[in-house]
């Protein structure tokens, strides 16, 4: 009986292992496409015609998808059965990228990239879950999101990676085309491994705050992106923007009074989860930023061409998994705020290392150090986040405390790199003395300060107010 019990003990440890691989790979691929179309974008509109405004949209449609649709497919995937979304969300990511590779008009890849990002707001928050649910131990689970944060990252830098490769040496249309085995890898294998789990009692989908939530998101998100192409007080940005608050407003006094709410208010303000999502945004707002200017610095002050730029990321993502070997360690050893408050602040100390960059400066003597610091702190920092931001979820909301983290980080990124990008346009456009190179380098440094100063300001909170946040049952001690 016990070799028995052994033996079924060591296959369901493997099943979630090889879980936890297929659910990895996924999401690897999901980050890919957040900015795997940032190099070939010249290509794109040479190869369809895009004018400028309607190629910024192969961008933007995705994130608008992604980010508007968060709160409510990861609500769908308590209510619905979490593995039924995240297979659903994969196999329509995988349909769109299909479509985008195979794309013959400007209009058909930028709806292939507006259903890539609803497929990847259905996949990515049942992932989470997924994977919170099969690993409940909080060791256990610290380590998982270590690996889940690792190769996410690495998703987000390998992008640029493999865009400038296959866009050069063939076209870019296999930057979508590469997506399919993915998906269909995960469509066949994911069943066999992995349980369905859903909402333990019966529960409708709060349809008013369904519609009002979206429409929030949505417009907030629309409005961010166009206060980064334009400025913050167009029209076309302040209106949706007022919107977003409007919808905001509304969406807090329907779920107030809703039998059975899209997103409970005691669970969105529960204070160590608001905490956690409150840092969340601070960071991810500099960490987006961040990455968008120094990949523009790279490329037009230090001269460095699309391939060999993102060439140069390839430690950065190295920093990041050794920062995330260190974070289960640091969170056992210092407790969960010591160890994010230190993470915080060597991210800090990182960006205000990049910030000096100056166009004389070589790789190894003047981008390398600020980028391993910065990507080190970024490693210790994620899955301690995550890990906070989901303690204390459970069966019965496990998705929609993934898609509220979720949302947290692209609201962050949009508010972060259209915020810091105008500033430091503004810095630049400032400066009256000769020398286009000088001046671009002084709005970088000015924006990476302000993004230091976020992510200090993050740990700031995280010092003040987590100490007396009261930690649910199983988190590492604060």
């Known amino acids: ?57 192969v961008v933007n449609a995705y994130f608008l998808a992604f980010g508007g649709l968060l709160l409510l497919f990861g609500r769908m995937a308590d209510l619905l059965g979490r593995r039924r979304v995240f297979l659903t969300g994969v196999a329509l990511f995988g349909a769109a990228s299909l479509v985008c590779g195979l794309a013959q008009e400007p209009w ?30 909080s060791a256990e689970r610290a380590r998982a999101f270590g690996i889940w944060g690792g190769i996410a990252a690495l998703g987000g830098t390998m992008g640029l990676v493999i865009s400038g490769a296959l866009t050069g040496l063939a076209s870019w249309r296999w930057i979508f085309l590469i997506n399919l085995p993915v998906a269909l890898a995960a469509v066949v294998l994911l069943p066999r491994l992995v349980p369905e789990s859903r909402a333990g009692r019966a529960a409708r ?120 070997w260190l974070s289960s360690r640091a969170v056992a050893r210092l407790g969960m705020r010591p160890a994010l408050v230190m993470s915080f602040l060597i991210t800090a100390a990182g960006l205000l290392l990049l910030s000096g960059v100056a166009p004389d400066d070589g790789y190894a003597s003047g981008v390398l150090p600020g980028m391993l610091v910065t990507s080190i702190g970024c490693g210790l920092s994620l899955p301690a986040l995550t890990v906070a931001a989901l303690t204390g979820t459970t069966e019965e909301n496990a998705g929609l405390g993934s898609a509220v983290l979720s949302s947290v980080q692209q609201i962050g990124g949009a508010v972060g790199v259209a915020m810091l990008v105008a500033l430091a346009t503004r810095r630049r456009d400032g400066l009256t003395v000769e020398g286009s190179q000088y001046a671009a380098t ?27 946040a009261r930690p649910p049952e199983g988190t590492p001690d604060v």
Do not use: K
Request: hydrophobic share 65%; charged share 10%.
């Open 1 to 57: 009986m016990t070799s028995v019990s052994t033996t079924a003990g060591a296959d369901a440890v493997g099943r979630r292992g090889a879980a936890l691989v297929v659910l990895c790979f996924v999401q690897f691929m999901l980050v890919l496409d957040d900015n795997v179309v940032s190099v070939a974008l010249p290509s794109m509109r040479d190869d369809l015609g895009f004018g400028a405004a309607g190629l910024a949209w």
């Open 108 to 137: 058909q890849l930028v709806a292939g990239r507006f259903v890539q990002g609803a497929g990847s707001a259905m996949a990515s928050p049942a992932a989470l879950a997924l994977i919170a649910l099969l690993f409940p131990g």
């Open 205 to 324: 989908l709060d349809v008013p705050g369904a519609v009002l939530g979206t429409g929030a998101l949505v417009a907030l998100v629309y409005g961010l992106l166009r206060a980064g192409e334009s400025s913050w007080g167009d029209a076309t940005a302040a209106g949706p923007l007022v919107l977003a608050v409007v919808l905001a407003v509304a969406f807090v006094a329907v779920e107030a009074r809703a039998a059975e709410p899209l997103v409970p208010l005691s669970f969105l303000f529960f204070r160590f989860r608001a905490v956690a999502n409150g840092a969340t945004l601070l960071f991810s707002a500099a960490m987006y930023a961040m990455a968008f200017l120094l990949m523009v610095h790279l490329q037009t002050v230090l001269g460095y061409h699309p391939l060999a730029a993102g060439l140069a990321y390839l430690p950065y993502g190295a920093g990041i998994l050794a920062g995330m």
């Open 442 to 468: 002084e709005g970088f440094s000015f924006a990476l300060v302000v993004a230091a100063v976020l992510v200090a300001l993050g740990a700031a909170v995280i010092a003040a107010l987590l100490a007396r």
